[in-house]
């Protein structure tokens, strides 16, 4: 464990102490009072709603070891004082604070760091190559959706014993994976596919690419594993080939990795895969050929980083995914499926292929807006109908400013009108969904995060189980 210091935020941040212990070991972050635990370290952040900074004393009454705080925060010392073992430190940006500080902490280590990003399967992909790569590691890897320049470093600063990192990276724009692969300075790095998401900042895929491939300007060693089978990323493989090391797989494309006699159940998929010649059954414990593509990451990673291949497959099976992604549940014979946590094209895509893959069962999809798509955003919810139709799906249940576009689009294709629902309340969506649901149905839950579909998830689920 290489533990920092009091002193070691002085020098690398510039702060000014106001009081302090300087050789007081800083171990344990937070940036949330409500889940703090005693001990730790409160950072105050300015959001864009909530200033972190006026948080402080509460910090300091539930038992934090100190605050790092921004240097215009209104400090009382009379609240201070009453706090003699707390250290306060001012700085002049905490983000950045916390950014510089996770930067020094992955320099005390000389430990494998795998990053992850893409438009689509981020967090998915993580939990696959994290399970994999336990098998031979201690593995620290990005907890829900940290994945951001809070997020990150969050994760990093939290490093104690462990000898491997799995971290996700995310982005909104240009600049902001640049930044944390600087920070992270990975060792390997997976692009799971570039899509839509997003594009509505970036103006199109192609910038999309730029924004992602961003995360190699951190790689002393640039080894890049990729999904051969999306368009752009193959192209960028063939064209930099004799330039970066690649490791590709996918379903379709000519890649390293590649499954064959890929069966989809309800709940698992398996696949024969050959590894140095030998055949191996693969069993995926979450259904899809998306989480199949997924798992190729995972073998690919796991192979790099020397993990022997009969634990690999091992790993494959028992994985645990992060919540709201594909969480399947059958309640009085009723399957409930959660995708809730964010949406994309792609994402919708796959998760509409999985629903309408399905046998003996009546598919009903509840789908919301998909955010942030600008310009485009009519044209890929209308993509998303094509989806729709495409897949058989029975029942469409809509909800948002722009899903109307996904209702347009089925209709214009020959859907059955008296099948599509629209709502613009929650209550008014739940409580027709509660008349006509029957046993042997399934349901899918897919939105952007904002859209808020897991509250509708939670709401039916504690219906059927009550």
Known sequence: MHNIYLKDLIRICNGKLMQGNLDEALINFSKDTRTMAKGSIYVGIKGEVIDGDIYYEEALEKGCLGCILNDDANINKDIINKYPNAFIVLVKDTVKCLQELAKYKRSLYDIPVVAITGSVGKTSTKDIIASVLSKKYKVLKTLGNYNNEIGLPLTILSLKAEDCLVLEMGMNHFGEIRNLTAIAKPTVAVIT????????????????LKAKLEILEGMDKKTLIINNDNDLLNAFYLNNKDKIDFYTYGLTSVSLYKPYN??????????????????????????????????LAGIAVGRYLGVPINDIVAALSNFELTKKRMEIEKINDITLINDAY??????MASALSYLGSLKDTRKIAILGDMLELGDYSEYLH???GKCVYNNKIDILIIMGSDSKYIKDEVIKLGFNKDNVYEFKQKEDLLDHLFKTIKPNDTLLFKASFGMKFYELYNTVKEKLNS
């Open 193 to 208: 596919t570039i899509g839509t998401s997003h594009i509505g900042n970036l103006g199109s895929r192609e910038n999309i």
């Open 262 to 295: 890929i069966i989809n159940n309800e709940l698992n998929s398996t696949y024969d895969i050959n590894i140095d010649n030998n055949i191996y059954n693969v069993k995926v414990n979450v259904p899809g050929n998306h989480f199949v593509l997924n798992s």
């Open 342 to 347: 964010n949406a994309s094209l792609d994402s």
């Open 382 to 384: 209308r993509e998303v």
